[in-house]
């Protein structure tokens, strides 16, 4: 690796240069960013696990452009073109758009215009007009007629061609250029011709424009969805008003002053500020809004990705339930509801279908068979999915609690998002051979209650329902991101080896798939693990291996203490080191608050084992495998409120933040449609990003504003104050700080656009806005 990416990274994140370069030794020595985050502080100087992601993107982002700028300094070389001052323009790109600037006019092409003119020996009439405008186009045209140049009118038109090249291909022109256009320039939209009708989902883009800088990630991507689907047609307009476009000091002057073209009334003056005007009109606003067009949908995609790992972050973070008991419902009509129940550890250890609903109605028959299971089994919970005949099951299981309230049962509403593609997955068949895909729906429901995060691993994480126009961004960018939240939360959380399942451990720092498979035959092989030293009996876990995972899992009952906590087996000298100072013996002093926080880090560090490690030891003595998930509780969906036609302005609701997007936050409140709470109404303060509000999960009290039941659209607010659409707020707002909230700012566009709620979206995103009633 190169001094210059090291230096580069350092500057970006805020560091040192000797802190980047280790982390990039550990990473390319095959460690892990959660190990590296929590056991090696030393050598990073505390780089985090944010630090680490944004360091470990970068410096791929950086590598590739080193390659790429060796390829390009071995094509320039090998076409005899490259000098010293080339060599150190190249040299000193720092982005991929700057080097590919510099590399265009080297870059192997087709035969063009201006190529074919210098063949035809036109190139001295070009530099000639260009470096005098004195000189009369038409007289000077004349001189180069020949076999393949039958006229001036000819000649000019290759001269022009040649300018126009160089202009366009002038790389801090263009460069200057792309950015003012980035500043100054908008995305507008229009309906094509006929496709009102059939294209009514994207009815906010029909006459729309925005600048470029204030256009949300959600909106481009909408908007290319609807190019695509052809019915929205799209310009790259380089003007944001028309005020603009007049303005003096414009693009073409832009060019015309780089090379030194004015009009001056000299003979060639008109020509050469023609030329401007075409290499404008016809190369360079084309390049550049197919450059600006990239840049729009990477950001965008950049943004959408974020969304989605922050939500994937929040959902795989939830409160667990804990190991309770619990039953699993999986609601259905006409094919039933779908029973499974699953003990404390997850195994299933009954089945079943009731058919409460219509049509076969048997309400009291399916309330005595929950009954029955409950009291068997020792269910404490009841998870009830969220899909169709949600509510209707919840009902019933409340009728179930008032009948049977010996039973102490505790009901919960659970997202059932990816249950379905669980059920039908190979590891599910491996995983529960011997039940249907409709019961295996149930227990996935069961055991997301009891721990969201190790029933949500076994899912393809784009699969859960918390994305962002997930279809529409890179694959191999959103897979490498949700990849690195699961192994995040995964790591955060710690792993039970003696329960985990196989999708799980393969989540462990230093642990892969086929690891992951010996590991679980070990254990079922040989029974629960002891120690963690039992590891290495493991078929192919080597020593890396076991450095990298031996810290995240962790063995509860076993033979050593330490075992069931973070400390990493490799720093357990130090912990021996603090009991002989401490006095007393390992379980005595673990949870003793008092006597761990009187004892100082340095005194134990040494050359191996700094004062950070110490530090982080001392604190998970006092708490050893303290889960550092919330507290489990649920949301109480009000009794009556159970469709949308019953929902009323004014209501005060609670419900269970579902998904958060750019725009705002879907809540669902049990009436099978989500309402989203825009990003205007999440605060009285002006909210740039929702989730510095709430998050996936979160249980909130909403007011119902409005009601749309033909569109099936639910606008709520966090600001319970605010007053339902119709109404007059009972006192004026304030005109500015936090009396009445900060709406999201709207950008000046001409066509007067109206501002779209939310765009529409498919996947796991347009599932949410579906049941939002907003696609």
Not at 407 to 433: F, H, I, M, N, R
Not at 464 to 473: A, E, P
Not at 492 to 521: E, F, Q
Not at 743 to 760: F, G, L, M
Request: proline share 6%.
């Amino acid at each position: 690796m190169s001094l210059s990416i090291s230096q580069t990274i350092a500057a970006e994140l805020g560091v040192r240069e000797s802190q980047v370069q280790s982390a990039v030794d550990l990473l390319d020595g095959g460690a892990t960013v959660p190990f590296v985050a929590r056991y090696r502080k030393e050598a990073t100087g505390g780089l985090d696990d944010a630090q680490l992601r944004a360091l470990e993107e970068r410096l791929r982002y950086l590598r590739e452009l080193e390659e790429r700028r060796t390829a390009i300094l071995e094509s320039i070389r090998s076409q005899g073109k490259l000098d010293e001052a080339l060599e150190a323009q190249i040299l000193a790109a720092d982005s991929k758009a700057r080097l590919e600037d510099i590399y265009l006019p080297y870059k192997p092409k087709r035969r063009t215009k201006a190529q074919i003119a210098r063949e035809n020996g036109l190139e001295p009439l070009a530099d000639a007009l260009l470096a005098d405008p004195t000189r009369d186009p038409q007289t000077e045209a004349a001189r180069y007629l020949g076999e393949n140049v039958a006229d001036a009118a000819s000649a000019l038109e290759g001269a022009r061609a040649i300018l126009v090249e160089r202009f366009g291909e002038d790389a801090d022109l263009i460069g200057e250029l792309r950015e003012r256009m980035w500043k100054r320039g908008r995305l507008a939209a229009k309906v094509r011709e006929g496709k009102e009708q059939d294209g009514a989902k994207f009815a906010d883009y029909f006459d729309f424009a925005e600048p470029f800088t204030k256009l949300p990630s959600h909106r481009v991507l909408a908007m290319l969805r609807g190019e695509k689907e052809d019915v929205l047609e799209l310009t790259m307009d380089p003007y944001a008003d028309e005020d603009d476009a007049a303005a003096p000091g414009g693009y073409e002057a832009a060019i015309a002053h780089r090379f030194g073209i004015a009009d001056r009334g000299r003979p060639a003056d008109r020509w050469l500020q023609d030329t401007v005007r075409w290499a404008w009109r016809t190369r360079i606003q084309v390049h550049l809004g197919i450059d600006l067009r990239q840049r729009l949908r990477t950001e965008a995609e950049d943004e959408a990705v974020r969304v989605f790992a922050a939500n994937l972050r929040d959902l795989l973070l939830a409160a667990p339930a804990g190991t309770r008991a619990t039953l699993g419902l999986d609601p259905g009509y006409r094919t039933g509801v779908k029973v499974a129940v699953v003990d404390a550890t997850g195994k299933v250890v009954a089945h079943d279908t009731i058919h409460p609903h219509q049509p076969a109605n048997k309400w009291d028959e399916s309330i005595a068979t929950l009954a029955k299971l409950c009291a068997r089994h020792g269910v404490e919970l009841i998870a009830i999915g969220n899909g169709t005949a949600s509510r209707e099951t919840d009902k019933l299981v409340l009728d179930l609690i008032k009948r049977h309230p010996e039973l102490k049962l505790t009901k919960a509403v659970v997202s059932e998002a990816g249950a379905s593609v669980y059920s039908a997955s190979a590891y599910a068949s491996q995983e529960l051979p011997e039940l249907n895909v409709s019961i295996r729906g149930a227990v996935s429901i069961a055991r997301r209650l009891q721990d969201p995060l190790a029933e949500l691993v076994k899912i393809d994480p784009k699969s859960i329902g918390v994305g962002q126009y997930q279809h529409d961004v890179s694959e191999s960018k959103l897979s490498r991101s949700l990849d690195a939240v699961v192994e995040d939360c995964v790591n955060g959380v710690g792993v039970d080896v003696n329960t985990a399942s196989a999708p799980l451990l393969t989540r462990v720092s230093g642990i892969g798939a086929g690891l992951a498979d010996n590991i679980v035959a070990h254990r079922d092989a040989n029974g629960p693990f002891r120690s963690r030293k039992e590891l290495k009996n493991v078929p192919r876990l080597g020593p890396k291996a076991f450095e990298q995972c031996a810290g995240f899992l962790r063995i509860p009952g076993g033979d050593d203490p330490l075992d069931a906590s973070a400390v990493h087996p490799e720093a357990y000298p130090v912990v021996r080191r603090i009991l002989a100072k401490a006095g007393g013996g390992l379980k005595e002093l673990i949870g003793d608050t008092a006597a761990l926080r009187s004892l100082r880090p340095e005194e134990f560090a040494d050359e191996t084992f700094g004062v950070p490690t110490v530090t982080d030891i001392l604190k998970e003595l006092e708490k050893p495998g303290r889960d550092p998930r919330p507290a489990f509780r649920t949301a109480e969906f009000k009794e009556g409120v159970e469709k949308l036609s019953d929902l009323e302005p004014g209501m005060i609701l609670e419900g269970t933040v579902t998904n958060v997007a750019a725009f705002g936050a879907f809540v669902d409140i049990g009436v099978h449609q989500d309402g989203l709470v825009h990003v205007s109404a999440l605060s009285k303060n002006f909210v740039k990003d929702p989730r510095e509000v709430v998050k996936s999960g979160d249980i909130v009290k909403v007011k119902v504003l409005d009601v749309d039941i033909p569109r099936k659209r639910i606008s709520l607010t966090l600001r319970l104050e605010d007053a339902p659409a119709g109404e007059q707020p009972s006192q004026p707002k304030a005109a500015k700080g936090g009396g009445g909230g900060q709406r999201e700012r709207r950008a000046p566009a001409p066509r007067k656009p109206q501002r779209p709620q939310a765009a529409p979206a498919n996947g796991a995103m347009a599932d949410a806005l579906r049941r939002a009633g907003l696609a």
